[in-house]
C-alpha cells in the first residue's frame, strides 16, 4: 500500500488506538483495491472474511429482503471501515456492500487481527470501538425515523456534509438521490417533497448541490419538535 493509505488506515476508528507494533502487523499483509461504481465488494449471505477501510470513494451497505426490495443499512466514505463484527466471528456478511462511486478500499483479512488479538487483548478494545460506532449510527438512523420528519432527516443529512460551521454554505450531495432517500429510510418521491419543504427553510437544490442560507438557521429547524416542523413546512 501507499504510504497515505497506511496512514489513513492507522487514524481510522479500527486501528487508532491499537499499539503502534500491532497496528504495524495488520497492515504489512492488507492491501488496496480498487472497485469500479457498481462493483460488487461482497455480498450477503458471503461468509466474511475480511474488514474494509475506505480510502476515497462512497460504499453501500444493504439488505435485499424475500420481495426483492432494497434497503440501505448505511453509507462510508473515508476513514470508515465496515465488516469488523461478523468477520470476527467467520460469519456470514448480514448485508451485501456496493461501491456507489469509483472507490478505494484497504482489505485486511479478519484472521490476521485475530491473530493480534489473541497476542495482544488490547486490540479487543479497538474492536469494540469499531463496533460501538457502528452500533451508535444504526440507533441514531433508528431515531431519526421515530422522531423526525422526512424533511428534518433531509437537513440533517445536509449539515453532516457541511463544511461550514454556521453562515451560508453549499454541500454538494455524494450520491444520487435514490441512494440518499434509501439512506434516509424515504421514497424518492417523499425525498423530492422533503426537499421542497426545505425551501422555506433557506434551502435550494440546484443538480446534486445544497445551497444552505445560514447553517445555524437549518440545525435549529433540526432540532424543533417535529410537530411544529410539520406545521412550518
Same mark, same amino acid.
Given at each position: 500500500m501507499k504510504p497515505d493509505h497506511i496512514a489513513l488506515a492507522r487514524r481510522s476508528l479500527l486501528l487508532e488506538s491499537a499499539p503502534p507494533a500491532v497496528a504495524e502487523a495488520v497492515l *504489512? /499483509? %492488507?492491501?488496496?483495491?480498487?472497485?469500479?461504481?457498481?462493483?460488487? @465488494?461482497?455480498? +450477503?449471505? &458471503?461468509? *466474511?472474511?475480511?474488514? !474494509?477501510?475506505?480510502?476515497?470513494?462512497?460504499?453501500? #451497505? !444493504?439488505?435485499?429482503?424475500?420481495?426483492?426490495? =432494497?434497503?440501505?443499512?448505511?453509507?462510508? /466514505?473515508k476513514g470508515a471501515s465496515f465488516g469488523e463484527a461478523v468477520a470476527f466471528r467467520h460469519d456470514t456478511y448480514p448485508v451485501a456492500a456496493e461501491a456507489v462511486t469509483d472507490c478505494t478500499l484497504i482489505r485486511i483479512e479478519a484472521d490476521v487481527i485475530l491473530r493480534q488479538i489473541r497476542e495482544n487483548p488490547e486490540v479487543a478494545i479497538a474492536i469494540l470501538s469499531a463496533t460501538f460506532? $457502528?452500533? $451508535?449510527?444504526?440507533?441514531?438512523?433508528? &431515531? +431519526?425515523?421515530?422522531?423526525? /420528519?422526512? *424533511? +428534518?432527516?433531509? %437537513?440533517?443529512?445536509?449539515? &453532516?456534509?457541511?463544511?461550514?460551521? +454556521?453562515? %451560508?454554505?453549499?454541500?454538494?450531495?455524494? !450520491?444520487?438521490?435514490?441512494? @440518499?432517500?434509501?439512506? #434516509?429510510?424515504?421514497?424518492? =418521491?417523499? #425525498?423530492s417533497r422533503a426537499f421542497a419543504r426545505l425551501k422555506d427553510q433557506g434551502v435550494q437544490i440546484r443538480q446534486n448541490v445544497a445551497i444552505i442560507d445560514d447553517i445555524t438557521a437549518l440545525r435549529d429547524y433540526v432540532e424543533e419538535d417535529p410537530a411544529l416542523a410539520w406545521s412550518r413546512g
Open positions: *504489512a /499483509t %492488507a492491501r488496496a483495491r480498487e472497485f469500479p461504481r457498481g462493483g460488487t @465488494i461482497f455480498l +450477503q449471505g &458471503e461468509r *466474511a472474511s475480511a474488514i !474494509y477501510i475506505v480510502v476515497d470513494g462512497w460504499v453501500k #451497505l !444493504y439488505r435485499v429482503a424475500p420481495s426483492g426490495a =432494497e434497503a440501505v443499512v448505511g453509507v462510508f /466514505t460506532a $457502528h452500533l $451508535h449510527s444504526l440507533v441514531g438512523q433508528v &431515531e +431519526q425515523l421515530k422522531a423526525q /420528519t422526512g *424533511a +428534518q432527516r433531509v %437537513a440533517e443529512f445536509l449539515l &453532516e456534509l457541511a463544511p461550514c460551521t +454556521q453562515g %451560508a454554505c453549499q454541500v454538494t450531495l455524494p !450520491y444520487d438521490k435514490v441512494l @440518499i432517500a434509501g439512506r #434516509l429510510g424515504m421514497k424518492p =418521491e417523499s #425525498l
